[in-house]
């Protein structure tokens, strides 16, 4: 799956960075050049060379060739959705403890972007399936991950509906990336193993809110969390050092939680605060009996 160490193919990413560090994402292909406001780069000149090579133009411009990092290609590559953003996708990955050799399954394939990650994650021994209802969103992710991964075995897509049905029965990762997630974990909760983890990406805090109100109420899930994730870029150079003006601020919240065991069913939230309740009622009488104790001993 990993074209490290190859010389580049044909119907692979590449990135082209000009004089002045700005950088140009094509696709390489037989015959075919790309453009410069006049000048132009061959792809015959570049398939076959090896990665970091130095490739002049027409005109004698010089370009450095590279493959594009998972990042580059996630934030460059051609869109037919919205994608989620390198800083979630790593967010993702850490959080839901994605591991090579899991059996992980997504719901909302879009452009491929977190596919990409996940694929990286999970490695050859792993299983990514991917649940996506538009034809032209499949059509385009396929083409991403095949430019970028070349053939992907342990990559399954489901041209199906999430919220009508779920056929990926004990899978160690659920990742959401659907309008209503909320309506999708009521199909797959019953069917998610015991300690596998789910993870929703949701752009609003409403969103947030009856998911997470949902995964309450099924009361198969535990230690529930959401956050959400700044990055901030600083700019470094010999006369200053100062954060750059623009940042990659909100871009969704994320919500995790483990799945329990079956006959260790959650208590509803009323309860749960009442037991806390009688067990800080009981700790504050104990901790007024304890002198009264000291009193009739001391006496």
């Not at 095949?146 to 053939?151: D, R, V």
């Amino acid at each position: 799956m990993s074209r490290q160490g190859k010389p580049f193919a044909a119907n692979e990413p590449v990135l082209l960075i000009d004089k002045k560090e700005r950088r140009h994402y094509t696709i390489l292909e037989p015959g075919k050049t790309t453009n410069f406001r006049g000048d132009y780069l061959p792809h015959d000149e570049i398939i076959g060379q090896m990665d970091g090579v130095n490739i002049y133009s027409q005109r004698k411009q010089r370009f450095r060739v590279f493959r594009p990092t998972l990042d580059e290609q996630v934030r460059l590559m051609p869109r037919g959705a919205q994608v989620i953003y390198p800083k979630d996708i790593a967010m993702i990955i850490m959080h839901a403890d994605v591991f090579p050799g899991a059996r992980v399954v997504e719901c909302g394939l879009g452009s491929g972007a977190l596919t990409s990650g996940l694929l990286r994650a999970v490695g050859s021994e792993g299983q990514v399936t991917s649940y996506e209802i538009r034809a032209d969103f499949i059509n385009n992710a396929r083409k991403n991950l095949q430019a970028f991964f070349g053939e992907t075995p342990n990559h399954i897509i489901k041209e199906q509906d999430i919220y009508e049905r779920f056929d990926d029965h004990d899978a160690d990762r659920l990742l959401l990336d659907v309008p209503e997630p909320w309506r999708a974990i009521e199909q797959a909760a019953p069917v998610l193993r015991p300690g596998a983890i789910v993870c929703s990406y949701s752009p609003t805090i409403l969103q947030v809110k009856t998911f997470v109100d949902t995964l309450h109420r099924l009361r198969l899930f535990t230690d529930i969390y959401t956050f959400e994730t700044f990055l901030r870029e600083w700019k470094v150079d010999s006369v200053s050092v100062r954060p750059e003006l623009r940042m990659v601020a909100h871009t969704a919240f994320l919500t995790t939680a483990r799945v329990i065991s079956p006959g260790a069913a959650v208590l509803p939230k009323d309860v749960q605060a009442g037991e806390e309740e009688d067990s800080s009622q009981e700790s504050e009488n104990s901790a007024e009996n304890e002198p009264e104790k000291a009193d009739r001993v001391d006496s």
